[in-house]
Structures are given as C-alpha cells and as structure tokens.
C-alpha cells in the first residue's frame, strides 16, 4: 500500500508542471509596444491583443512605452525584465533585438529575446518634392555629386537611416547633411527642411501624387507603387526591410509561445489585417520562428554591411 501511494504520489508530482503550463493564461497579458500608440505595429499588436482576450478570456491589452527610435528603449527593457513566463510579451521593431544589445542598452545585452513571429514590414521609402530635379535614386546620385542634398529620417541610430546612408555610398555619393525628425510628411519636404525623407508611406499618403518617390525599402515592390524599385533591386548587396514582430524571453515556456503565435497568425491572415495592408502598402503576413530566425540571420549580413560602408 505504501508502495502504491508513492508510485502515485509521484505520478501526480510529474504532471504538475504540464498541468500548470497547460492552464496559460490564467491572468492578464500584456503585449508591450515601445512606441507611441497609432502606427501599424500598434494597430496590429492591439488586434492581436484583443482577439487573445476573446479566444482564452483574460484581459489583454497594449500598453505604449516610447522611448526614441534608435534606443533606449525602455518599453523593451520592461519586457527584458519581466518573469518568463508568457504574460509580458514585446511587439518589437527590428532594431531592438538587432540594434539593442550593441548600444549600451545593460537588459538588451546580449539580446534576452526570441521571436514569436515576424508580422509586417513598413513601407518605408526615400521621396523627394515633386519638383526635385531627380525622380529616380541614379539622378539623385549624379545631382549629389554636384549639389547639396539634406536627408531627414527618423534618427541617425534606427536602421532605415543607415540603410539609406551606406546605399548612398554604394551608389557614389555622400548626402550633404542630415538629421532626425520627429515627424517626416508632407511639410518635411514641402517646407524645404530636407530635401530627401527617408519615411513611411502612410505618413505621405495625402500628399503622394505631388511627390517623386525615389525606392522603397521594402522586400517586394509596394503595389500602390508598381514602377517604384526596392533598394534590393537597386544595390543588391543592400537588400533591406524594417519589420516588427511578437518577442518573448527566450526563457518563456513553449505553451505560452504556442498559444500567442497562433491567435497572431489567424488576425495576420483577417481580411481586417489584409484590408490594412492594402490601404497602407504595409506586408503583412506571418513568419513562425523559424522563418523569423532566418530573416534575422538574412538582416544581421545586411546589417554587417551597412556598418561597412558607414561606420
């Protein structure tokens, strides 16, 4: 009799461990987004969050924690810091897992994160006035080499800046200045504060057919822009893309993993989520982790080579 109550004791001992995974979630969740609430990763994010909330009934909710495009970041370091067990989940731009452990950032070194999946990609693109004296990134080049042209982008640290800084190089020439601004639209170029944006295309969308798009950086053509190349078609060594995706600590169990890639990837796959990316020229799809992995191996040589001609 003792023999069999320990026996069973034992057996129930081993599955307490599956059993309590397997109850996630049993409180709230919340998917940390470390940029002010409105642009596609917060409009997404907060889908996801809501659609986690009606499947598994428990509060979920996004919570903004701006902090500068190229660092510090706090929101993620607040993800970073938070127990691993699937409640605290980061909705996170490229440069925070690629960028963030390489700037002095103490909890994002080395990078505490994993992906979940990657769900979209910015359409970012480099414009110019309509009235620019260049309509293609080639004439941009040639008129460089003889005249000042001033950039404007998001900050010197975030990717897309380095980015459109080192294809510059590859084509030849250098941009005469340039500097960050809060906001890149239709008054950046119109009032004559840069002559060149590097910016998303939704922030231009009201003034688009008065402007020259020059490339985008992108991973395919933006279908509101069939004739405009990527930056990939124009230096081939220097493909690029901007995405944003769910990131957990890489200690956070497999259920809970499990669980919020599968409420992302059916709101990714919505006709509401693919509505968006119509109306914005955004990607929007869903890489599982392993496709996420391979697209951050892809960027870290992208990113190896922009800080080669740059830095």
Known sequence: ?????????????????????????????????????????????????????????????????????????????????????????????????????????????????????????YPFVVAAAGDAPYTTMAELAAYAKDHDVALGHFGSETSPARHTLALAKELGFSYASDAAFDALDCNTLASGDADVINTTLQLIRPCLDDLNILMSVTNNRIPLLPDVPTAGEIAADLPFSTWNGLFVHKDTPQVARDKIAAIAEKVIHSDAAQQIAADTGAEIYWLDIDASEAQMLKDTATLQRISDYID
Not at 23 to 36: A, G, I, L, T, W
Not at 37 to 61: H, K, N, S
């Open 1 to 121: 009799m003792t023999t069999l109550l320990k026996i069973g004791s034992a057996a129930v001992l081993a599955a307490m461990p599956l059993a309590a995974s397997a109850e996630y979630p049993e409180k709230p969740v919340e998917f940390v987004v470390p940029f002010p609430p409105g642009d596609l990763e917060d409009i997404l994010t907060r889908m996801i969050a809501d659609e986690f909330q009606a499947t598994y009934g428990v509060p979920a909710a996004v919570v903004n924690k701006p902090g500068g495009g190229g660092g510090p970041f706090p929101g993620a370091v607040d993800v970073a810091l938070a127990p691993a067990d699937g409640y605290t989940v980061g909705s996170f731009v490229i440069d925070v897992p690629m960028v963030g452990p390489y700037i002095g950032i103490g909890p994002l070194d080395p990078n505490p994160f994993e992906p979940v999946g990657i769900f979209l990609s």
